[in-house]
């Protein structure tokens, strides 16, 4: 359902995001983006609905702009 028209928007999902990446020292997937200190502690606190810097990573992006 489409939540925006009513001024709502969706949770952005991290695993599609372009800063969700895999890392390999730790064998683990996180979030990449360096937050401050104060979004940190609002982000870990689960005072935002939603990541305010959530980017859609799309892999063909590279692809849609050489055709």
Known sequence: ???SKYGH???ANCESC??????EDSDTYSCQLSLD???MVEF???H???CPYYRY???Y???HKQI
């Open 1 to 3: 359902m489409d939540f």
């Open 9 to 11: 928007k969706q949770p």
């Open 18 to 23: 372009e800063f969700y990446d895999y890392d």
């Open 37 to 39: 200190e104060d979004e």
């Open 44 to 46: 870990l606190a689960g």
């Open 48 to 50: 935002t609905r939603e």
């Open 57 to 59: 990573y799309d892999e």
């Open 61 to 63: 992006k590279s692809v």
